[in-house]
């Protein structure tokens, strides 16, 4: 006879998938690369050679897929079980199909609360997974292939892992810290997809362009104004979508993957305990 006992669910959040150490050290390598590939107008050292060239885009575009298959592959390894990739289908479906509806037009991206909402539920190994999925899924639809393709899935990914580590609140509290972070988390994600697409927009001899082998300050300086000239409204509205869909959507959503965490029961551990068959059972 098997017996189940109620999932546990810290701050209303239960882990759809289980990261070992391992796992946490796959996701940890990649965010580092990451960092690398979206920074390296400003971190790159200028004597190299790939401190003179815009090549850098080209090169990561090509290692990031590759890293992003492994750190999925030491999720799944570690704890993906046929009920958490259901879910993940599930979500990743339906963020495909939303993405399209906002298509980005005026900052409006229609697919972010649904990632933090969901890593809120699932926990971040789930919001991370979520995140590069969704962003995959939706690029098929809308023909969105590319180069860029490895930098936004890693920086949903990292929009969902990040919703999956916030602090345990509950009520209006939870919903306005998802509020604030999807607002954050809209910006900063511009930002990062900004540094990968600026070398290559701007051409050269202008205030706004990236200089090969220019000092960081330098080179920061024209970024920071080229975002503001550029990107920044998207940007906020971007942010504005997912603060105005999380308060709206927050609560009825955030019922609802809960309770469809708690029948699934991630978390439930399963025990078998010994049954006397008697004689009056035959």
Do not use: C
């Not at 399209?100 to 697919?111: D, K, Q």
């Amino acid at each position: 006879m098997t017996v189940l006992t109620a999932p546990t669910v810290r701050g209303g959040r239960t882990r759809a998938i289980r990261l070992r150490p391992r796992s946490v050290l796959a996701i940890v390598a990649v965010s580092l690369a990451g960092v690398v590939a979206f920074g390296w107008p400003l971190i790159v050292d200028p004597g190299t050679a790939l401190g003179h060239s815009t090549d850098a885009p080209l090169l990561f575009s090509l290692i990031m897929p590759l890293l992003l298959a492994v750190v999925l592959a030491e999720i799944s390894e570690g704890g993906l079980d046929v009920k958490a990739i259901a879910m993940l289908g599930v979500l990743s479906a339906v963020g495909a199909a939303l993405r399209p509806v906002g298509a980005g037009t005026a900052g409006l991206e229609t697919v972010f609360f649904l990632l933090i909402l969901g890593g809120r539920v699932f926990g971040a190994g789930f919001g991370f997974v979520l995140g590069a999925t969704t962003l995959f899924a939706s690029s098929l639809i809308t023909g969105g292939v590319g180069p860029w393709l490895p930098f936004q899935m890693l920086g949903a990914a990292w929009v969902g892992l990040g919703a999956g580590l916030l602090p345990p609140l509950k009520g209006r509290a939870e919903i306005a810290l998802l509020a604030a972070y999807g607002a954050l988390s809209g910006l900063l994600y511009g930002v990062a997809l900004n540094l990968m697409f600026w070398p290559f927009t701007t051409g050269v001899e202008s205030e706004l362009s990236f200089v090969a082998g220019a000092p960081v300050l330098d080179n920061l300086h024209r970024f920071l104004v080229y975002s503001f000239a550029t990107s920044l409204g998207w940007d906020i509205g971007r942010a504005i979508t997912n603060i105005v869909l999380v308060g709206l959507t927050g609560s009825v959503v955030l019922r609802t993957l809960r309770r469809a965490a708690r029948r699934a029961a991630f978390e439930t551990p399963v025990e078998f305990t010994p049954h006397t068959v008697r004689p009056s059972d035959g």
